[in-house]
Nanobody, 125 residues
């Protein structure tokens, strides 16, 4: 399974971006999908996750109410809509896919089988 994240860039505080993650080489609707991010000098942190059927979504407390994860199984793509961005959101954002993710461990990077290369989001004035 290959994942390709896109949509990152430079945005001013308070602005919005939408990240996309296109997948290929697997059966997309069998995977739970997630976004993680890694700021310079920090560990990779969970941002959001969505179940294979899009019936359940999960968010880190730091982004709840500002970010929205969604997926289009017909397009084999998962999205992350990011609103009200602030400088603390600056990071490389990674998408991940997992075939056997459970609720109790979905915030752990090791729960996911496949990763994209990441897209850089910079929030600065």
């Amino acid at each position: 399974v290959q994942l390709q994240a896109s949509g990152g860039g430079l945005v001013q505080p308070g602005g919005s971006l939408r990240l996309s993650c296109a997948t290929s080489g697997g059966t997309f609707n069998m995977y739970n999908m997630a976004w993680f991010r890694q700021a310079p000098g920090k560990e990779r942190d969970f941002v959001a996750a969505i179940s294979w059927g899009a019936t359940s979504t999960y968010y880190a407390e730091s982004v709840k109410g500002r970010f929205t994860i969604s997926r289009d199984n017909a397009k084999n793509t998962v999205y992350l809509q990011m609103n009200s961005l602030n400088p603390e959101d600056t990071a490389v954002y990674y998408c991940a896919a997992g075939s056997s993710v459970i609720v109790s461990t979905l915030r752990l990077a090791e729960s996911y089988d496949y990763w994209g290369l990441g897209t850089l989001v910079t929030v600065s004035s």
